[in-house]
């Protein structure tokens, strides 16, 4: 157990991550939109380009349908709240997190869960076409992207004999050298249910509207202003997140273990490295692949499915 | 005799019930005293039975040896900790329906709602004597009781030939299950004769695994006709939209345990042994039923049908955490079954709850809009207020969301595959990763059929004119609601409350327990909290937190204007009602990648059609592979014996003639 003066410290460190990934999350996806720019010899909007967008859409006034009920007022919040949670209870620079208890990865799942059905059920609120278009392939995409990232996430559970993540960060940093051939399979897997679960190409287009195309930006069609902030930031929040259980589970190299302050310095250094080189991953992806069409979703998620049920089952085969 | 009280006030209860079932029928002529004296009077003893068995969960067992029944067959009756736990789930559970049932019987025919009364009362007192049963034949008496019942209850709208044939469906095969149940318990027996009725003689008699084995296969296929597990389920889609709302509600929420209950029963408390192959087979079994339920699920347009098909998901779970248990217990790994078998028992007592909800919520939208089909409803959020929160807090709590019970006992049972790998046997051990995908799968489904089930019904655009004066629910049917509701949002928040109180049934049926539960009541961590834990109380208020500092800082950094205008949709002009998701558009993907699992029948409009129309249907192939063609051998074979029969009654003089003859000449 930890004495009191650490735990005040942990305590300051989680409050301080909660802050550092709110603010920060925008900056990944503008960063990532940059790449992509560049990617496509054009010259892009800058890095800084999502908190002006954020600054824009906070000072307009918003504008809801007529028939919109609460449901739809109180949507953004609620998916802001959840995942601005999840973002902070992800140990990405040291493992050290009191909240961390409150929801392990199971939960997180479910607090991911949480976020989407509402957001799905807003899309429905309205009764437009594309509102219902659009929350009825987010479910699809989900249904069989949730039980994959479950999957990917039991595997890691596996190997460290924990569902807690800073647990599994934990184990998984010590094997320095050990390969998992079962982590390989659930990487794979969780490479396609990050592309999927964050609307990005080849199973949705984030920078479309498109009706044939549109899965997220279907639904969140009819949000506006303050609200249209909150969800686009919920996004961003929520890819931040994606990635960093991404690096918590496949890099976790590099940071700060329990009681580590010395190394929080070069632990700070590496998460940027190690987020810079993921952003640009990603927009390197999203450059060369196309879109696909929405019932060849169903098939890549199925392979992720696949893939992760694979992985645990080598796990279960070889011990390892 | 202070430890005879919780029998004798289960007594007073029932012996209330049955009185307020006569008076029903006595004072038939007025509808209002009816429902709104007798049927919250008998909430109240619904509620009486639940604090008994909360107050009786860690008594030792308390029998009684009633002066009742045929001569030298007298009943026993017997309260320990599962009996209490499930009298918990069905006072609690049926104290919100009878209220509920207060408002929504108001309306009807006076004459038929006395008879109702006393079958509705009948129906409680035959599942509360099914949990206190102590021997084969009172068990025997309680469930056809509870069968017979339900089934009138079911067929209350007699008049319409569709929920006759309903009824007779369900009638059937509950009958069919209450054969295999008594076959189970005369195999039991072990031939010890007619003394050896009761479960305690069941309990001594050691039977070689043979026997054993038989018995919990007949007990599997019995109970599992009556819970709806795969293929003995189709009753559930056609007595559940049948039956009135509050009847489907106890049916669902409760009946259905009922069926647990003597799995959990006959398995572990009356069988002395158990083997490895039955958990295979009930984990096999279970995940099936899960992944058809929910699959089917998402294609119905029918709202209560939907449900019907959801519970069969749920039950399949229930039947997954009932195989782990076994596994578990016989692999010696205690502290593993102890777990399962929490979360088996937990998402019984949460399923009860929710799903009474989800049901009573359908009753109150059909008295509203007098439509069951889903692509007729849409809007409703505007016209019934209560209805709509109140149906949101069951749709979360099933679809398994945090902080809500329904993703309580998901975690728990997830939990368990997590921490299964070193079972001796490696075949077993592959298997267990397989069901965790599989479990997954079917949680994920769940929440799309629940999307579909909330959205379509209370969102969007009112789909017909009508809709407009739907009114919301009375007093009475938002106080039952209200009481579900709660129930879920307490269960999700008191984790670790609840399955200290599990922890008595897993001593008695399994003899170890999860123990130590918690580090701290606050944070549920079944095994310790380096392992794992989840604390649902701390994730609401960090939301809730987050969402109240949120909505303070717009507010106070920018402003919080707010204008309405006409939708925006992407700039189409042309919208109307007509162009959202039916239930039947919501749930076409599912129908799509699920295709070779339904019997498909669907008509297209050509693009010429000037007044086109679409028709489709989605059927259960097992109905057709299964069910008909043994009908039609029972009638094939029926049709030979009806040679027989001309009704004259020479021919039958002639027939005892020649029996008599041959019985003469073999004797």
């Given at each position: ?18 802050l550092l990934v709110v603010l920060a999350a925008p900056l990944l996806t503008g960063w990532v939109n940059q790449c992509q720019a560049w990617l496509q010899n054009r010259s892009g909007a800058g890095m800084l380009q999502p908190y002006r967008v954020l600054h824009k859409l906070f000072h307009k ?15 953004p919040?609620?998916v802001f709240?959840?995942m601005w949670?999840a973002a902070?209870?992800i140990?990405i620079i ?18 991911f869960?949480?976020a989407r059905?509402?957001i ?10 594309f509102?219902?278009?659009g929350?009825?392939r987010e479910?699809?995409v989900?249904?069989?992207a ?41 990487a794979l897997?969780f490479v396609i249910v990050l592309l999927a679960e964050n609307a990005r190409i080849p199973v949705d287009n984030p920078s479309t509207h498109l009706e044939l195309t549109m899965i997220h930006e279907a639904m969140i069609l009819e949000y506006s202003a303050r609200h249209l902030a909150l969800i686009e930031w919920a996004s961003s929040l929520k890819l931040f997140a994606y990635i960093s259980i991404g690096i918590a589970?496949f890099l ?16 700070i250094v590496l998460l940027l490295l190690k987020l810079l080189a993921a952003g640009a991953g990603l927009a390197v992806l999203e450059v060369v692949t196309a879109k696909m069409r929405i019932?060849r979703a169903?098939?890549f998620l199925?392979?992720a ?16 | ?567 925006w949709?992407c700039g ?96």
């Open positions: 157990m930890m004495n009191n003066s650490e735990f005040i410290l942990a305590i300051v460190f989680q409050l301080t991550q909660l006034d918003a504008v809801i349908a007529h028939n919109a009920s609460w449901l739809f007022r109180i949507t919040y609620i709240g959840c949670l902070a209870i140990p040291a493992v050290d997190l009191p909240f961390s208890g409150v929801a392990d990865v199971i939960a997180l799942v479910g607090v869960a949480l059905m509402f799905a059920l807003a899309a429905m609120d309205i009764g437009t076409s509102g219902t278009l929350a009825r479910m699809l989900s249904f069989l949730e039980p994959a990232l479950l999957m990917v996430l039991f595997t890691a559970s596996m190997i460290s004999h924990s569902t807690q993540l800073p647990r599994i960060v934990e184990a998984l940093a010590h094997h320095q050298f050990a390969l998992y051939p079962s982590l390989a399979f659930a897997a589970l976790p190299h590099g940071i700060a273990e329990v009681g580590n302050w010395a190394g929080l310095p070069l632990a019932f169903p098939e199925g392979t499915f696949l893939l992760a049920v694979l992985g645990l089952l080598i796990h279960f085969l070889l011990g390892t | 005799m202070t430890g005879m009280l919780p029998l004798q006030g289960i007594g007073a209860a029932i012996t209330l019930w049955i009185a307020l079932g006569l008076m029903g029928l006595l004072f038939r002529h007025s509808a209002k005293l009816v429902a709104h004296l007798l049927f919250p009077v008998g909430a109240l003893a619904s509620l009486v039975l639940a604090v008994i068995g909360l107050w009786s969960l860690d008594a030792s067992p308390q029998m009684v040896v009633l002066p009742l029944g045929l001569p030298d067959l007298p009943l026993h009756l017997r309260l320990d900790s599962l009996s209490s736990f499930f009298l918990i789930l069905l006072g609690g559970a049926s104290f919100g329906v009878s209220l509920f049932g207060s408002g929504y019987f108001r309306h009807m025919e006076s004459k038929t709602l006395g008879l109702l009364c006393l079958e509705y009362h009948l129906f409680l007192t035959g599942m509360t004597l099914v949990l206190l049963a102590d021997d084969a034949y009172m068990f025997m008496v309680a469930w056809e009781t509870m069968a017979l019942s339900s089934y009138f209850l079911v067929t209350t709208d007699h008049h319409v030939p569709d929920i006759r044939k309903a009824g007779f469906l369900y009638l059937l095969i509950a009958h069919v299950g209450a054969i295999a149940i008594l076959l189970g318990f005369g195999v039991m027996q072990g031939g010890h004769g007619i003394g050896a009725y009761t479960f305690d003689a069941m309990r001594e008699a050691h039977l070689s695994p043979f026997w054993a084995s038989a018995a919990f296969l007949l007990a599997l296929f019995g109970f599992g006709a009556k819970a709806g597990a795969l293929p003995l389920h189709v009753w559930l889609p056609e007595a559940h939209p049948a039956a009135p709302s509050p009847v489907s509600a106890l049916m669902s929420g409760v009946m259905l345990k009922t069926a647990i209950y003597g799995i959990l029963r006959v398995t572990f408390d009356l069988l002395h042994t158990q083997i490895w192959w039955w958990g295979v087979l009930t984990l096999a079994l279970g995940l099936m039923t899960a992944i058809f339920g929910v699959m089917f699920a998402a294609v119905q347009g029918d709202m209560k049908r939907l449900l019907a098909y959801s519970s069969i998901e749920n039950i399949g779970l229930l039947l997954v955490g009932i195989g782990l248990t076994i596994i578990f217990h016989v692999y010696g790994k205690g502290a593993l079954a102890a777990l399962s078998l929490t979360a088996t028992l937990y998402h019984s007592l949460n399923h009860a709850m929710f799903k009474s909800l989800l049901f009573i919520g359908t009753g109150s939208i059909l008295h509203a809009t007098g439509q069951r089909n889903m692509g007729r409803l849409g809007g409703l959020i505007h016209q019934m207020p209560w209805t709509s929160v109140l149906m949101l807090v069951g749709v979360l709590a099933i679809a398994g969301v945090p902080p809500l019970n329904g993703f309580v006992s998901e975690w728990l049972l997830l939990q368990a595959f997590l921490l299964s790998p070193g079972l001796p046997d490696s075949y077993v051990n592959m298997l267990v990763p397989v069901a965790a995908a599989a479990i997954a799968l079917a949680a994920a489904l769940a929440a799309y059929v629940m999307v579909k089930f909330y959205g379509v019904i209370f969102l969007g655009q009112r789909r017909e004119q009508v809709l407009e004066h739907a009114h919301d629910a009375g007093h009475w049917e938002r106080a039952g609601m209200a009481w579900l509701a709660l129930t879920c949002v307490a269960l999700g928040l008191a984790p670790v409350f609840v399955v200290q109180h599990i922890d008595y049934v897993s001593h008695l049926l399994i003899g170890t327990q999860l123990g130590n539960a918690a580090a701290d009541w606050m944070f549920l961590a079944p095994v310790d909290t380096e392992r794992a834990s989840y604390s649902p109380l701390y994730f609401l208020l960090a939301v809730s937190g987050v969402m109240l500092l949120i909505v303070l800082l717009v507010r106070h950094l920018y402003h919080g204007r707010l204008r309405r205008g006409p939708a949709d189409f002009p042309a919208q109307n009602a007509r162009m959202q998701d039916t239930a039947e558009g919501f749930g076409q993907p599912i129908r799509r990648i699920f295709e070779p699992f339904f019997k498909i029948e669907s008509e297209m409009p050509t693009p010429f059609d000037t007044h086109p129309k679409y028709h489709g249907r989605s059927d259960d192939r097992l109905w057709f592979m299964l069910y008909l063609p043994i009908s039609r051998l029972t009638e094939r074979l029926s049709g030979w014996a009806s040679l027989l029969q001309h009704g004259r009654i020479h021919l039958y003089l002639t027939y005892t003639f020649v029996t008599l003859v041959i019985l003469l000449i073999f004797v």
